[in-house]
């Protein structure tokens, strides 16, 4: 809820629910997706006084998950969503992209603005210096921030330029959600990477036809996995002596694409130089806390930070761990949770240690905070989102 008395809107409560799953494992039935959104829907209907709920703006934004279902599926289940909101609830929906599939851009950008704002960088009518941020979701991630000044140039043209003004202030970001390369289809990659580029042979295991020696995964472990043409193979779990896992997570950044404008961070993607275009604070969010925080200063702890040197020690030290049984760990009730939980843990530990320092080119001594909330509100695009549609003039469709 805000009060928008002032100049800039001021955030006075928040109501922060979730569901899971996603609109996008809703593929094949649009109506279960609409309905899965009740739980959500009923909780705003409980918040929210009933003499406002004809009064208070709706929008559904969808993200990478939906987008990689193609247009038709995506439509099927927008359609499907805004009819249930149109019948069964009296919020009103926004005019513009009311019920839609976000731009990455987007998606990013309003993470951006979400944390800027409960920083306080926009709260004067004199221009604060930004931070930046990098969030990671399942099937994207993305990053945003204010490259410096140089020669008169904050950075190249191109759709990667993001202006926009706040508070009578300009900003020119640079912004670029990488679709693929989220958590979730990360680890397709890694896996599909080590059955197309075999390392069979080298780990002193015995391997039938169609299983495959896997660097990334615990010892000893079997793991079935759907390649790409429906056939399905075994992936074994090998110790990792030299790093090889770290190898593998590397190569599907393909660094070695053409940067067609540099400087480049990966596949070829433009990207202003982190090293010497921006120096301020870095914010990074949903699953790089979500996979870090259990084994420094748990959970509960909402906003911590760490170099990059340190997040790649915890890799290493998890990586090797399962070979006597996390012995380090030990001590952390926490730590060993999710150790048992998640069998990938060395493999996504890898990948976000490569994508941060390998990926986006972070310098290793640089301090990443990493937060789930600032200030007791969320992080992440959806606050962001809300501010948008604030600063919008037709809010929504007169019943």
């Known amino acids: 809820m805000f009060n928008y008395c002032g100049a800039t809107p001021e955030l006075e409560d928040e ?171 990360a680890r397709s990659q890694i896996n599909n990477f080590v059955v197309d580029n075999p390392i069979n042979g080298t780990f002193g295991v015995d391997l039938a036809e169609g299983e495959y020696a896997h660097p990334c995964l615990p010892v000893g472990l079997r793991k079935e996995f759907e390649i790409a043409n429906g056939k399905r193979v075994v992936l074994i779990g090998v110790s990792d002596p030299g790093g090889v896992c770290r190898s593998v997570v590397e190569a599907i950044f393909d660094k070695e694409r053409l940067c067609h404008l540099p400087p480049c961070s990966f596949n070829g993607v433009y990207q202003p130089s982190l090293h010497t275009a921006f120096e301020d604070d870095i914010y990074a969010f949903s699953y790089f806390f979500d996979l870090t925080a259990p084994f420094r200063l748990g959970s509960a702890t909402l906003a911590q930070e760490m170099t990059i040197d340190e997040l790649e020690s915890l890799t290493d030290r998890v990586c090797i761990g399962d070979e006597d049984g996390f012995k380090e760990f030990q001590d952390s009730a926490e730590a060993m949770k999710e150790l048992r939980k998640s069998e990938e843990m060395c493999m996504d530990l890898s990948y976000i240690y490569g994508l941060l320092e390998y990926g986006y080119g972070v310098p290793k001594d640089r301090r990443v905070k990493l937060a789930k909330k600032l200030k007791g509100y969320e992080t992440g695009w959806f606050l962001g989102a809300s501010i948008a549609v604030l600063e919008e003039r037709d809010w929504f469709n007169t019943p």
């Open 15 to 185: 109501m922060f629910d979730h569901v899971e799953p996603g609109l996008s494992s809703y593929a094949d039935d649009a109506e279960g997706a609409a309905k899965s959104l009740d739980k959500l829907l009923e909780s705003a209907l409980r918040t929210i006084p009933p003499a406002l709920h004809t009064k208070t703006p709706i929008a559904v934004k969808a993200t990478a998950g939906l987008r990689l279902l193609g247009e038709e599926k995506s439509e099927q289940i927008l359609a499907a969503v805004r009819k249930r909101i149109e019948t069964q609830y009296p919020f009103p929906i926004i005019q513009e992209q009311g019920v839609a599939v976000m731009d990455g851009a987007d998606e990013g950008v309003f993470a951006w603005v979400t944390v800027n704002y409960l920083l306080e960088r926009f709260n004067s009518l004199v221009k604060k210096p930004t931070v930046a941020i990098f969030d990671l979701g399942g099937a994207s991630t993305q990053v945003v921030f204010e490259p410096q000044v140089v020669d008169g140039h904050s950075g190249a043209q191109g759709e990667h330029r993001y202006p926009m003004n706040f508070n009578g202030n300009e900003y020119i970001l640079y912004q670029h959600s990488h679709l693929g390369y989220g958590l979730i289809m």
